[in-house]
């Protein structure tokens, strides 16, 4: 009988699901990714396969149903989507946001952002009669002012330089454990991150990895955020709710 070896260098428990003699474990930091199993006169053998491999499955073919624009969100990726990207500022800004549903067309929403965290009376004078704070996933209660974060990065499926927000914790914390790993906080500008979205509603789950920089890439996400910083760029006007990428007309 051929027995299966998980290897997770994070210690934390892994799935294995089996395909043509691969058994794939999730793609997560420190994991190996892909391992393939060979039998030859009853003896197992187990090849390991480099995670660059399980990107080019994982990432190479997915494209962000979010990636078309100037902003990449996390919840905006489907099941099972990944996307691959670089940092291109040192640090994120971190901001409030709250959501409200428009009154002109409550089917369509906004964000409204805060340096602070707000009161309800902050929310209430911000939307004004524009919108109405949006309810909680459970329609219960009003939906609470969420700690998020914004950086530049550069998208490597589209081959521009977007803004990367979320609010999820789970990847403030990952981004956080990341930035301080001997390896990585150095020069977090160096690699490259790989986010993932599995399930949907509430069993979603995201996951941040780091990965080495991709090769040859160097001079086009230098040249697309030179030029996107000569034309005006400040992601400061995100909290304005105003738009990053256009300078406030005279």
Request: proline share 6%; glycine share 6%.
């Amino acid at each position: 009988m051929i027995q299966f070896l998980c290897v997770d260098l994070t210690f934390t428990p892994c799935s294995l699901s089996s395909s043509r003699g691969f058994l794939i474990l999730p793609y997560r930091q420190g994991s190996v990714s892909l391992l393939h199993l060979q039998s030859t006169q009853g003896i197992a053998h187990l090849a390991l396969f480099m995670a660059f491999l399980s990107d080019r499955a994982r990432v190479e073919g997915s494209k962000s149903s979010n990636s078309t624009d100037n902003y990449l969100n996390p919840s905006k990726l489907e099941d099972g989507e990944s996307v691959r990207f670089c940092l291109l500022q040192e640090n994120p800004i971190d901001f409030f946001e709250v959501w409200g549903s428009l009154t002109e067309d409550p089917t369509k929403s906004r964000p409204y952002r805060f340096e602070g965290d707000p009161t309800p009376e902050d929310i209430s004078e911000a939307m004004g009669t524009e919108a109405t704070r949006r309810l909680n996933f459970d329609g219960t209660a009003p939906d609470p002012a969420k700690l998020a974060i914004a950086i530049a990065i550069y998208n490597y499926e589209v081959g521009k330089v977007q803004v990367l927000q979320f609010s999820q914790k789970t990847l403030i914390t990952q981004l956080d454990q990341i930035a301080q790993m001997e390896d990585y906080r150095d020069d977090l500008l160096a690699f490259d991150f790989v986010l993932s979205r599995t399930g949907t509603k509430k069993d979603t789950r995201y996951s941040l990895i780091c990965v080495p920089q991709r090769k040859n890439a160097k001079k086009d996400k230098d040249e697309a955020w030179e030029q996107v910083k000569e034309e005006g760029f400040d992601i400061y006007r995100l909290i304005d709710g105003t738009d990053p990428f256009k300078p406030p007309t005279a």
